[in-house]
């Protein structure tokens, strides 16, 4: 399948979404994203808690991924290790937002980019993340892998956003 156009959705497609997803989201933001990260939502207005909050700060991926499914918040991480079904399946998953852009330390303008599109994307529709794995490999370029399959969403500057699905 090409690349097509990612339209905005209708009026009945947002009808249909806030029917079928309800809810504000609410993050925990890992450890390997830092507190600054969690204060930038907060200034948004999301419910957010870091990992240091809930007692977690050094203990395990699973531990994390546990508390977030017991508190039904999504998680906001660097770390490509929450990528793995087999460690993190999907039936068990609230949500998961991996930004690679801020990683190194050195890219927070594609670490602001990749929240402001995360927040954007289903803010108001909570249940929307669950079972899904968001991956920002760049600001540009976001995987989406749930139980339904995976799609891309490219937004290449000064076009018109674009998506692929498997």
């Known amino acids: 399948m090409p690349w097509i156009k990612l339209d905005l959705p209708s009026d009945d497609e947002m009808r249909r979404m806030d029917a079928e997803y309800r809810g504000r989201v609410r993050f925990l933001v890992d450890e390997s994203m830092g507190e600054h990260v969690a204060e930038i939502l907060r200034s948004e207005?999301?419910?957010v808690r870091c990992v240091a909050e809930?007692?977690?700060t050094g203990?395990?991926?699973e531990d994390v991924f546990a508390e977030a499914w017991k508190g039904n918040r999504v998680i906001i991480t660097h770390d490509p290790d929450f990528l793995d079904n087999k460690r993190f399946p999907p039936h068990r998953n609230p949500g998961i937002v991996l930004i690679r852009p801020g990683s190194s330390g050195h890219d927070n303008r594609g670490l602001q980019v990749c929240l402001i599109k995360t927040t954007m994307i289903a803010a108001e529709h909570a249940t929307w993340y669950r079972g899904k794995k968001l991956d920002y490999s760049s600001e540009e370029m976001l995987?989406?892998?749930?139980?339904?399959?995976?799609?891309?969403?490219?937004?290449?500057r000064n076009s018109d956003p674009m998506i692929w699905e498997d």
Not at 143 to 156: C, F, L, Y
């Open 54 to 56: 809930v007692g977690l």
């Open 59 to 61: 203990r395990s991926d």
């Open 143 to 156: 995987t989406i892998t749930s139980p339904d399959g995976r799609k891309q969403i490219r937004w290449a």
């Open 45 to 47: 207005g999301f419910n």
